[in-house]
Nanobody, 114 residues
Framework: QVQLVESGGGLVQAGGSLRLSCAASGTIFSINTMGWYRQAPGKQRELVATITSGGTTVYADSVKGRFTISRGNAKNTVSLQMNSLKPEDTGLYYC????????WGQGTQVTVSS
């Protein structure tokens, strides 16, 4: 079992920045992928960014150049630096840990006002 705890969401004006963090605990394997997904009201959950334990990153086209995903030194933490936020970035952001199974955090709300 893996538990994920997210922090860092909030309300920000368009053009502002937020930083999300997620810590994983439990049975953590050294080789894994962690990432962030988001879900806006009435829409499906979508990929924001992922990073492997080796440092390979994937970003949604909509956030490239604005968001940066990174892993902590302990490899069980992942952060998402979000700059130049837009109202369309609003949603519930979920941390994800993937090995042979997907584990999800409870989600942290990000609201960007225009």
């Amino acid at each position: 079992q893996v538990q994920l705890v997210e922090s860092g969401g909030g309300l920000v004006q368009a053009g502002g920045s937020l930083r999300l963090s997620c810590a994983a605990s439990g049975t953590i394997f050294s080789i894994n992928t962690m990432g962030w997904y988001r879900q806006a009201p009435g829409k499906q959950r979508e990929l924001v960014a992922t990073i492997t334990s080796g440092g390979t990153t994937v970003y949604a086209d909509s956030v490239k150049g604005r968001f940066t995903i990174s892993r902590g030194n302990a490899k069980n933490t992942v952060s998402l630096q979000m700059n130049s936020l837009k109202p369309e970035d609003t949603g519930l952001y979920y941390c994800n840990y993937r090995r042979s199974y997907d584990y999800w955090g409870q989600g942290t709300q990000v609201t960007v006002s225009s």
